[in-house]
């Protein structure tokens, strides 16, 4: 999933670059675990995995001690939606900054642009870097340094309820015309909305924007596209779906009521990803957790495409036990806690050999989800690429609402990245 807020003045990158000499990381023991020897001392560790996950990553990373009995880890759940605000809250103002985060690929950009991670190049924490998938380390770059260690890969697919679609005598729908037009028999015939649209959240718009052959900006190029015929065709589409009452959606809190929906049945279909198998199948609808199905995401009139997400482990460039938090990184991006969190939570790994080991290979989500994150189509990894969602957001809810039409909504987001993108045109 994968927003957050940007909002850190030129001031703040001044102070966050002077971090590492002078700032107190989330680590207690001074220089203790910096010195060589026996590593020792705190890493404080910021999770930001949801509610079904959080057990198994605290679990995972508290693991880390066995191997090393005089560090500590202080394991902290941040949710999502405050985590980037948060860490960087903490980071401008030198106080109370984690030494590792669990990073959403779009913030390594904007974190490292302000200072605020250390460089990983030649530290521990990159461990057989060849063995990670190359699409999952795009994300870790910027300006030719890296700043995280790729943990988790992922995309967004079309989760479904078996039987809702038998009874409804339908297909899965390949394309977003067909969805609409199979929403009618399921809602005659099972009494379900045939999808839960993500109106609350940008990120949930980009299938759509890929399925008309569109993108947010060219950032090789420096062109924003959002505000072409695709991004029209785009905010069209999801003003239709719901329009037609082929999809319900709601403006806030949507992947607690996606979720909530899905699993009670009251829709047959919802755009989501791989960190919601496991809640998904905790619901009535699902206890039979073989009537989950999971196909491609639907595609518009010219394409079909998915956004790549994921997670990544970051070291707070202010840290007080670099060591141990290099280490912990190690550690939490390694072959044997990757498979340990595919197959409890069906997380799919960034480690090319772990593929290869017969509990993840025969994962039935792992074998869906594989194909999709190989075809899915990479962001602009980018310092402003997270600023890209809020312009979307915004203008979503305006088309959503009525206040905006298609056309006005993909005007006013071109011109938002404009202003947000200064030499492109």
Same mark, same amino acid.
């Given at each position: ?9 030129? /001031? ?40 079904? =996950? ?85 994300? /870790? ?25 038998? +009874? #409804? ?8 015309? =067909? ?8 809602? #005659? ?50 003003? +239709? ?19 909530? #929906? ?7 279909? !919802? ?6 198998? =496991? ?8 206890? +039979? ?12 009139? /010219? !394409? ?30 390694? #072959? ?13 790994? @960034? ?12 994962? =039935? ?38 206040? !905006?039409?298609?056309?006005?909504? !993909?005007?006013? @987001? ?12």
């Amino acid at each position: 999933m994968r927003r957050g807020i940007r909002g850190i003045t030129a /001031t703040a990158l001044v102070a966050g670059l002077a971090l590492a000499a002078t700032a107190c990381g989330g680590g207690d023991s001074g220089s203790g675990g910096d010195s060589g020897g026996e590593l020792s001392g705190t890493v404080t560790f910021w999770d930001t995995s949801n509610d079904a =996950e959080k057990a198994t990553y605290r679990k995972l990373a508290e693991g880390f001690q066995k191997d090393h009995p005089k560090v500590h880890v202080k394991y902290v759940n941040v949710p999502f939606g405050d985590a980037n605000a948060k860490f960087k809250n903490a980071a401008g103002g030198n106080s109370g900054a984690p030494d590792v985060m669990r990073t959403e690929v779009a913030w390594v950009a904007d974190f490292a642009n302000l200072g605020y991670l250390a460089p990983l190049d030649g530290t521990p924490a990159l461990d057989k870097t060849d063995d990670y998938l190359p699409q999952a380390v795009g994300s /870790t770059k910027f300006k030719g340094k890296t700043y995280a260690a790729p943990q988790v890969i992922d995309t967004l697919g079309l989760f479904y309820n078996k039987k809702l679609l038998k +009874d #409804a005598g339908v297909e899965v729908p390949k394309t977003f015309d =067909e969805l609409a037009e199979a929403a009618k028999k399921i809602k #005659a015939k099972t009494g379900a909305t045939a999808l839960y649209l993500r109106g609350d959240d940008p990120y949930w718009f980009l299938p759509y924007l890929y399925g008309e052959g569109g993108d947010m900006v060219n950032a090789r190029d420096k062109v924003v596209e959002i505000d072409d015929g695709a991004g029209v065709r785009a905010f069209k589409t999801i003003k +239709d779906l719901v329009d037609s009452k082929a999809a319900v959606t709601d403006a806030t809190d949507g992947q607690e009521n996606q979720l909530k #929906a899905l699993k009670d049945g009251t829709v047959a279909m !919802a755009v989501d990803g791989p960190w919601d198998i =496991e809640g998904a199948r905790a619901g009535k609808a699902f206890k +039979d957790k073989k009537n989950l199905g999971v196909a491609p995401v639907p595609g518009g009139s /010219t !394409a079909q495409g998915s956004p790549q997400g994921g997670w990544n482990l970051s070291v707070y460039a202010g840290s007080k036990n670099l060591r141990a938090s290099y280490a912990f990184v190690k550690y939490m991006s390694s #072959a044997k806690v990757q498979q340990e969190t595919n197959e409890k939570l069906s997380l799919l790994p @960034t480690r090319k050999s772990v593929y290869e080991v017969p509990a993840v290979k025969g994962n =039935e989500m792992v074998q869906f989800f594989k194909p999709a994150v190989d075809g899915a189509v990479q962001r602009p990894w980018i310092a402003e690429g997270n600023s890209l969602f809020e312009p979307v957001k915004v203008q979503m809810n305006k088309v959503l609402t009525g206040a !905006a039409t298609p056309e006005q909504a !993909a005007k006013a @987001t071109g011109a938002a990245y404009r202003k947000l993108l200064k030499d492109y045109k």
